[in-house]
Each structure stands twice: as C-alpha cells, then as structure tokens.
C-alpha cells in the first residue's frame, strides 16, 4: 500500500499549487480520501475530503473558496487545487485514505478515520 503526495513547494502569497496524491496496493475506488495539514507546533488539521466516488467534498472553512479536491480514480490520483495561498496555508499536506464507509461529513477531520497516509509534501507561502 503506498498514497504518494508531491506537488508542494515554495509559492508567493496570492499564488497556486496544485498537489497531487497516487495511490497504490489497495482498491482505489473504495476509498474516501483526505487531505490534512500540519504546520510546526501545531496539530494535524483536517483540509478536505472526497468521497470514494467523487460525488461529494467537504473544506474545513479555513480553505473554502479557495482550494478544489476532485480525483480520477482510473488513475488512482487525488487532487487538491489551491489558489490564494496565504502565509497561514504553510504546513506539510499529507493524503490519507479511509474506507468510505467509516467516513462521513461530520468526521471527515478526523485522522482515525483513516487507514493509510502519505508521507506529505511541504507547502509553503512566503514572499
């Protein structure tokens, strides 16, 4: 089982990263998948989720209306579009992957709720 995510990287304040996450080694298209963040003294934060189909998304209200999770699973690859990054979006983004079924809207946050994770890609905003 592998979730890669790459992608991350060093962007002015108001830019844009897209990340991405493969995924390998389990059935894709069963699985809800997250993004979390996590910035020096700070606990993990739930950013976004995606459920197995794709059909919904979830943003914690720090990112709404700015960042866009969406995945094609024929290619077992997430996405998480970010647009108007500010200083306070830094952090190292991780992916994860949850059983669709143990993940719902009001506990997507949760990083228990996922069995398999990647190894994360830092992101940072810095002009």
Not at 92 to 99: E, I, L, M, S
Request: net charge positive; with cysteine; glycine share 12%.
């Amino acid at each position: 089982v592998q979730l890669q995510a790459y992608g991350g990287g060093l962007v002015q304040p108001g830019g844009s990263l897209r990340l991405s996450c493969a995924a390998s080694g389990f059935i894709f298209d069963y699985y809800a998948i997250g993004w979390f963040r996590q910035a020096p003294g700070k606990e993990r934060e739930g950013v976004s989720y995606i459920s197995n189909t794709g059909s919904s998304t979830i943003y914690a209200d720090s990112v709404k209306g700015r960042f866009t999770m969406s995945r094609d699973n024929a290619k077992r690859t997430v996405f998480l579009q970010m647009s108007s990054l500010k200083p306070e979006d830094t952090a190292v983004y991780y992916c994860a992957a949850g059983p669709h079924y143990r993940i719902s809207s009001s506990d997507y946050y949760r990083p228990d709720k996922y069995r398999y994770w990647g190894q994360g890609t830092q992101v940072t905003v810095s002009s």
